[in-house]
């Protein structure tokens, strides 16, 4: 990592850099010793939400609330959980609307604080504080002025601008996610620019494959207008598909992303595709057709990756906005989508029917169903060449959930069928303690094979070498 | 805890009290330092099935085979799936039936008791026999008798009556559970007493809102009768359920509670409730219908709760008496009610949609499949200000499953959208070891934590203490 | 064990006869006292798919690679999901084609060892190298050849014929598994052999229960040839089964066991029997039909176990051959099986209905769906003393999953209501390793559970034993 006045984690130093591992003085040394060979490696970041604008324009970060607070979903739903409203910690609020008082807002994050122990987020908010920002106090009422002040300090000094965080975190490789009609504009710019950092794009389609988005068919017809085609004809939909993702790998693109309520996937010959089609665009469609146009377009994607190379992402499960009333109020991700039950053997059979067996597609499954794990994802991805499993998502993204994760999954996929960490974030600042986390985890994981006696420690070292930088350049298809 | 001639807990000593926690010595320091702080709180038991009847007459327990093994559904279920039937152990025998040999009974258990190896009924039994009798033997074949002979004795002494055990169990609030359509005698003459112990009622309708219920028509006709209301319109029946919570509210209710066989909620307009009501009044209903009722019960229950304050709980997902053949001969509560996966994120929205994000309804959930617990209850309860969690119920009140909880549930709720501990139980001599195997998992769980430097030890210490007491007080509404 | 040039198991020595055990000192040396113990205890095989042929013949394996890797659908599963082709493996090669290189085969096997990193194959391929054939290098690219020659080398040499490893693994007892319309020549062989070695069949009847599988009514065709029964109606079938049970029986089955795709059961009439069969003979029934008729013979083998005491076995939820593709090319059995969610609380119920309670009836019931153990399977096994629990299966016969059955299934069930160690496996010699990872799975459980304090040392004993010798041979009447 780079020298900088920022108090990188690397420099965290003293007795807490032995967080996360194990409690008995044997595995510690081991877990600590296979961490200690990696910790240093830079950070591969192949799936995001990372803002495209911070690093084309490198403007300073605001303040403290709107970099922290407000846009983070895990804070927004626990404190809404215990009845502070989400207008209050500025959801919803204009942009410099004078009324809002982002101070204030951070004191009630604060004096809340408590609600978050024991949960992830609690420790990257304590390691941003710590390693990004040197505050070692402890964040509560009592300190929140000060802590506030600290950091909207820091924010405008140079080294806490975009592209000086970026450096100093040793980032090699970023993906942000954006949707099949968004510009890029940052994204070209970024292209232009002399600066070496490596940020790219990902093809999230999202809003013209799904019927149940809102403006769903303004969005075909946009698609159309960007692409040049008829994409209100099947035909001219598809190609619409496969101009659009050229211009995503213009911009750096290597993957796809798709996040659709269930990982239903459907194989129908052309007629019947182009007829489902119109009954989607019509408005008359049903629930049914609405899955099942979705369950299409994976499959077609699978395709034209087979074609362009595209690493494909599955991201299944979320019960969007589950309350119609929040949602009303203020929008998407503000913390109501919750995961259910999600079935994997029966609803990618007609894509793995089709491409399962071919080794150059690479296609990422995520899930919010952890009982999937060792009944259907690992079984499957242990078996199929086109398949590989994502990292634990989204509530299993902490040590607990990663701990499941490896101890259901390794046993049947092994190491090599995982694709190393995704932070999966919109909070940049987190980035490097969410690897970090998912580091020590790992190296923890590992200790506790070669102590049962069930890894050699050579071994140990280059599953995290892999686990850490190997897999997700490779995975992703970094290097092309 | 009040000094007296039994064996309490706090005296027991020596060094199996260090039971349940780590087995290192690290953690286990840990552990025992926290465990230590919390150890003699007094008992908060919410949600129970203790008898009124005990503490309104105060008369002694008859024996230790009708106080200890007929009536616990956990040894009845696993001494009968060894063949011993059930009649041997008193179930279905008449009171006083000279024919019944309550100390044979005994034996039988003693001499099975090799099976209950590795299960909480052993922990809890070992506990009572050691902690509430002094005795230090093992239960076996061998030492039956006497064991029976010191127990037998004890119960004819002063401090074994019901409210001289409530007292030195160092028991604060204790909840009992009745029917809708209870007279409350032994509550009536509770309130008259003035012995001081707390116990209350709790306000559980499921005999007139589960249609399935054996006799549901004439328990809503007596339902009517005890409200002087026309229980038999939809408007005569809400009328009836909003004057008997008053009823229950005058004996000390706090909550009410629901066993359904599903989470399922409905929100049907009046008409549409009148309708579906007069249907399953008419005996002609499908089971749809009677599932639809449960579902639109509990929509008006919350409402209720919005009005009078009563907490709200769900117990549901168990499939009660699944054996039709033992339910003929021998009723409820036998052992054959058997978990089954249970939805709650599509089940509780019309009742959340509703009611949900204010934060004045306090609903409490549980649940018999464990799978819920990272995938559904805790996301929901992490953000619906109406939603708390219940702790492990049932098959899951045990060492390993309390520690799956917070391992599953913190991450995502944190400590503060749970309620601490329920005994559940009519089992009164084991409440002291039940709530005292929750505080040691808790510790053992918390030391995990400080070890890992996810928490502080301060931090540790209040968490603690919360779980203990604070939450239940607070989510039951205790002190009002 | 006997005496012999073989490096068994309980010679292996050295530090690594620590394996498998807990990282810490304390909870090791009790898990070691208690694996001690036990570790020289004969093998009960009662379940699993060696060739009887084998050990009728005792002719010497021809090769490393069609012993160790061809028949392993683990390894193929993990091989091809890197892209190896199955062919290179000798997977639909003809025996003794002169164009398939065994050695080369055992080379890709070894260059792409590294994925088997953390799973019970790598841990079983080791101790078979190491205890079996003396091998103590590790497994790789480079050691590939020199490894392929010491197996070759061995297996001429009579220390290595089948009856010889029988002798040296110290098996009493070796269940193997045929179908209704097997001939059991190789079983008729054995029984007039002086040869000692006890290798019995099983009965499973799937080819001829499960309309689903290919020549379904030709298998009934030759079914009613074998036992000289009109199997085509729906009399003479049934008797056909009773006849061939009886059959079975002469050749030492102790068992049937019945694969089918969900633990569904049914308890027709006579007459819907009769013409639900008609029907599936007829090629014209429906899907939901063909899991009728399934669902009804469980019921039937049930009711023919009652009679002629055979122990009966459910593995339900896989689905076969879920690759059509792969299916059509190599057929079963090549690792292509996934697990799908089951349930059990329903779909057991008809039969349970019917002989549940009956404690004479032996019904061993395993799962592919982890969250089946604590929800529906050990609250079922813990009261229907028909029912057992058979040990972690197929993708969770493995360190972790063996730990998960006992911390999910012991505290509900017990260790009574389960049946010990089943190997289930074709890869005869892994069966001593595979029998040792259970031994010291459960040796480390019952080591965690006297550390809590939730049993003694004296309980952990006999329970060590137990589970390893005393349950498998009552649960599968071993002993008649």
Redesign the interface.
């Known amino acids: 990592m780079s020298k900088s006045a920022i108090n990188v984690i690397t420099a965290s130093g003293g ?2 850099s ?10 510690r040394k081991l877990a600590r010793e296979l961490y200690e060979s990696i910790r240093q490696l830079p950070i591969i970041s192949p799936h995001g939400h990372c803002d495209p604008q911070w690093f084309a324009t490198n403007e300073a970060f605001a303040d403290p609330t709107s970099l922290l607070l407000t846009p983070d979903h895990y804070l927004l ?2 404190l ?4 502070v409203s989400l207008e209050t910690l500025g959801v919803g609020v204009a942009k410099g609307d004078s009324a809002f008082d982002a101070r204030k807002a951070w004191r009630i994050f604060a004096e809340n604080y ?7 987020s ?2 990257w908010i304590n390691q941003v504080l710590r390693t990004v920002f040197g505050i070692h106090e ?1 964040f509560s009422g009592t300190t929140a002025d000060a802590i506030y002040d600290v950091i909207a300090d820091a924010l405008k000094q140079p080294e806490f601008r975009p592209r000086a965080l970026f450096e100093s975190f040793n980032i090699e490789f970023l993906a942000t996610t954006e949707s099949a009609t968004d510009d890029l504009a940052y994204h070209k710019k970024l292209l232009a620019d002399p600066w070496p950092g490596r940020i790219v794009t990902t093809y999230r389609p999202d809003n013209v494959t799904n019927p149940q988005f809102e403006d769903f068919k303004e969005n075909i017809v946009k698609f159309g207008e960007i692409t040049g085609q008829d994409a209100l004809s099947w035909s001219g939909y598809l190609e619409a598909h496969r101009l659009r993702r050229q211009d995503f790998i213009q911009h750096g693109a290597t993957a796809t992303d798709h996040g659709h309520p269930t990982a239903q996937t459907e194989n129908l010959s052309a007629e019947q595709a182009e007829a489902l089609f119109q009954k989607v665009l019509s408005g008359k469609q049903s629930a049914e057709d609405e899955e099942q146009f979705r369950a299409q377009t994976l499959t077609e994607m699978a395709r034209m990756s087979l074609d362009d190379g595209l690493v494909m992402q599955i991201h299944p499960g979320s ?1 969007r906005d ?5 949602f009303a109020k203020y929008g998407r991700d503000i ?2 989508d ?4 999600t ?1 994997y ?2 609803a990618l ?1 007609p894509l ?2 089709q491409f ?2 071919d ?1 150059s597609l690479s296609l990422i499954l995520f899930t ?4 999937a794990y ?3 994802l ?8 086109a ?1 590989k499993l994502g990292p634990p998502w989204w ?2 993204d ?4 990663m701990m499941r994760f490896r ?2 999954v ?8 995982t694709v190393g960490f995704n932070d999966d974030t919109r909070a940049f600042l987190s980035i490097p303690v969410r690897h970090d986390v998912a580091r020590r985890v790992d190296c923890a994981y590992l200790a ?2 070669v ?6 420690m050579d ?1 140990a070292f ?2 995290a070498r892999d686990l850490t930088y190997e897999l997700p350049k490779k995975a992703y298809r970094v290097d092309g």
Do not use: C, W
């Not at 919750?338 to 039950?341: L, R, V």
């Not at 919010?368 to 009982?371: K, S």
């Not at 390794?410 to 069928?417: K, L, M, R, S, V």
């Not at 102590?451 to 050699?456: D, P, T």
């Open positions: 007795d807490e032995d967080y996360l591992f194990p409690a008995e003085a044997g595995p739903r626990m809404h959980s215990h009845g408590y609600l978050f122990r024991g949960t992830p609690e420790l402890s019960y589950h309350s119609p009333e929040m913390g109501f919750i995961p259910q039950a079935d053997v029966h059979k793995l029917d399962g067996n080794p919010l169903d952890e009982t060792s009944r259907e690992a079984p499957l991805a242990g078996v199929y060449p398949l509530f299993y902490s040590p607990a959930g101890e259901r390794t046993e049947t996929a092994g190491f090599y069928n506790g094979l102590l049962e006696q069930r890894l050699s071994d280059e599953v």
